[in-house]
């Protein structure tokens, strides 16, 4: 098993930036796939972006490409978005999720990962 806890998380002004981390604690974080997905209120959960094993291949949803980034430090346990120009639609709950078994094709689908963090709290204001 593996633990996420994220962080980095706050109240930012729109065209600002965070970044957000979840570490993860348990087996070998290398051996994961991560994601990120986000809750804003009244809506379902969507998927953000992933990355691969290494971090040698990421996948970002279509609205977000060119402003998020995600990343990953296998050596610190860690796991990075990198979010710029942030807007107020942006506001939501950002989850970090793990699994050792996603096919690139169901990166984006939240059954494909059976690890999840508590999330931490975006808000942009306008």
Partial sequence: ??????????LVQAGGSLRLSCTASGRTFS????GWFRQAPGKEREFVAAIGWNGGNTYYADSLKGRFTISRDNAKNTLFLQMNSLKPEDTAVYYCAADTSVARTSVARLESYGYWGQGTQVTVSS
């Fill in 31 to 34: 051996a994961y796939v991560m």
């Fill in 1 to 10: 098993q593996v633990q996420l806890v994220e962080s980095g998380g706050g």
